[in-house]
T-cell receptor, first 113, second 113 residues
Framework: NAGVTQTPKFQVLKTGQSMTLQCAQD?????MYWYRQDPGMGLRLIYY???????DKGEVPNGYNVSRLNKREFSLRLESAAPSQTSVYFC????????????FGAGSRLTVL | KNQVEQSPQSLIILEGKNCTLQ??????????LRWYKQDTGRGPVSLTI?????NTKSNGRYTATLDADTKQSSLHITASQLSDSASYIC????????????FGAGTRLAVHP
């Protein structure tokens, strides 16, 4: 049981380049999330998908787009990367909302030069 | 403003000793409080989740307490092990929604032999 799988694990981009972070979960969870983690700060929600076919903005959505491809997969796209997007990105999933526990992926470290 | 503050920022203890990590929050309306453990280079893993009516919850050598009146929580680690070296993150949920989680910045614990 792999849980939540993210790719790539590391990526270096130049300012203005685009890329997509991939996330897949094998727990049949309904909800999926993308967070970013910056030094000295708590994780911040970028986008989430409450269920297949729906996506909504989180706290810091600017500069990002998402796609809930199917129940298993939720991708995060940076259309024109900026140095401020240098961060560690975590995908997570949960059965639903409220008291449900989040299961996180191992993270993707992105550096934008 | 909804905030979660953790103290100390970092802590060094010797193997076998106990320690207590603190979490203060100003989140309203409160739904639940979670503690996560994050090993270096990995995603956070859930330790406990506590609702308003729960004062104490244990998970092996980890015991979380919650005082909803003073809006404080603590995580007590008993008989620490080298594998306890990690960041411990306090997360408070308000309104129980998908996007209603406030993450603390974490306490980085180092257990030395």
């Amino acid at each position: 049981n792999a849980g939540v799988t993210q790719t790539p694990k590391f990526q270096v981009l130049k300012t203005g380049q685009s890329m997509t972070l991939q996330c897949a979960q094998d727990m049949n969870h309904n909800s999926m999330y993308w967070y970013r983690q910056d030094p000295g700060m708590g994780l911040r929600l970028i986008y989430y998908s409450a269920s297949e076919g729906t996506t909504d903005k989180g706290e810091v959505p600017n500069g990002y787009n998402v796609s809930r491809l199917n129940k298993r997969e939720f991708s995060l796209r940076l259309e024109s990367a900026a140095p401020s997007q240098t961060s560690v990105y975590f995908c997570a999933s949960s059965e639903g909302h409220g008291a449900n526990v989040l299961t996180f992926g191992a993270g993707s470290r992105l550096t934008v030069l | 403003k909804n905030q979660v503050e953790q103290s100390p920022q970092s802590l060094i203890i010797l193997e076998g000793k106990n320690c207590t990590l603190q979490c203060n929050y100003t989140v309203s309306p409160f739904s639940n409080l979670r503690w996560y453990k994050q090993d270096t280079g990995r995603g956070p893993v859930s330790l406990t989740i506590m609702t308003f009516s729960e004062n104490t919850k244990s998970n092996g050598r980890y015991t979380a307490t919650l005082d909803a009146d003073t809006k404080q929580s603590s995580l007590h680690i008993t008989a620490s092990q080298l594998s306890d070296s990690a960041s411990y993150i306090c997360v408070v949920s308000f309104s129980g929604g998908y996007n209603k989680l406030i993450f603390g910045a974490g306490t980085r614990l180092a257990v030395h032999p």
